[in-house]
């Protein structure tokens, strides 16, 4: 079974963000990027918040990822659901190894067997 290991939020201001969740949740920084955007974690979901691109995309949750065992067996489940889901494969700039998808109804997700830093 594949299990939620990742979400991610845009936010204006990522350390205001992480500095509230490390006060009220005691979760751990993992790491900050050189963007501008902090990993957070509570031992088990690496929460990102992503420093907002000021393209007028909203803050808040932007997508989630699942942890798999198996990248081509996942997208091979997937594509026999949706004949025509697009699946994004990894490009340089993204850090985990996460291929990009989206549900019938456009939401965002990530799949990726490496999973994200806790």
Avoid: C
Wanted: charged share 30%.
């Amino acid at each position: 079974m594949a299990k939620i290991r990742h979400i991610a939020f845009y936010s204006d201001d990522p350390e205001k963000e992480a500095d509230f969740y490390v006060k009220a949740f005691d979760l751990k920084r993992v790491r900050t990027s050189p963007t501008g955007s902090v990993f957070l974690s509570d031992g088990y979901i690496n929460l990102a918040l992503l420093k907002a691109k000021g393209d007028g995309t909203k803050n808040g949750i932007h997508h989630f990822g699942f942890q798999v065992e198996s990248v081509d067996s996942a997208t091979e489940r997937l594509r026999s659901i949706r004949k025509d889901i697009r699946i994004v494969e990894p490009h340089s700039e993204v850090t985990f190894a996460e291929y990009k998808v989206e549900d019938p109804d456009g939401n965002p997700f990530d799949i990726s067997e490496k999973g994200w830093q806790v």
